[in-house]
């Protein structure tokens, strides 16, 4: 019960990244705000957990749509502990000289102005509080080159560099404010991408099973659930303005073979002399 007595906001929360953190708070004790834009799917997810949780319609490229889904937080829970956004899309994608503009434009409408309104408007309800966690979904290609479309990139750097200006901002109020880099993980999202079919989750397992550079091993829901708990918890109370990879070492290099220089040579010196009698 990590989160007893605490609510949350979860926008994206009826699918994917955003449902597998609701179950996962609710396990925990918390009280979630349930948002997306899938009504059926929402109204029907948050009716499995009683009064633990609610369905709220938020379009995040709507601000009034997205104050709206902070303020019902506020009146049915009585406080506003956690902000996780999630939600997000693909967006444009293609050649730098063919994609077009308003492709472009939906695209950081969803995943960068979004989050610039959730970062707002929780914000503005934590600053009186004191207290607040906001995490936000960032990606691994939000913080390195080549490995998103254009739009999705420029919108994911913009996440992490908008994290670290507010992280600075709220912490003289109490508040923190971090981001998760995610690699590709077994969503809806991608596997309409790798198999074509967004229910198909088994099948995006298996093909990022074998592009993981933990053999074997591919990203889950609940590793990204699992990173925002800790994120959203008092676990990690000194700790704001972070960006957490959750990538199997993507960014970091990492691949199943391992580097280059991982078996031993005798030392390479200077002038292409070798060993140290040399």
Sequence with gaps: MRLANKTALITGGASG??????????????????????????????????????????????????????DATVERFGRLDIVFHSAGIVGAVGPIATTPGDEWRFSMDVLLNGTFYALKHAARVMVPQGSGSIVSMASTAGVMGGLGPHAYAAAKHGVVGLTKNVAAELAGHGIRVNAIAAASMATPMVAAVMTGDPTDIEGAKALLGELSPLRGRPGLAEDVANAVLWLGSDESGYTTGHTLTTDAGVTIGATVEGPAFAEYSPIIREAGKAGLDD
């Design 17 to 70: 990244l955003g449902a597998a953190t609701v179950e996962r708070f609710i396990a925990e004790g918390c009280k979630v705000c349930i948002c997306d834009i899938q009504h059926d799917a929402g109204e029907a997810f948050a009716a499995t957990f009683g009064d633990q949780a609610f369905y709220q319609h938020c379009n995040v490229t709507v601000e009034e749509e997205v104050a709206a889904a902070v």
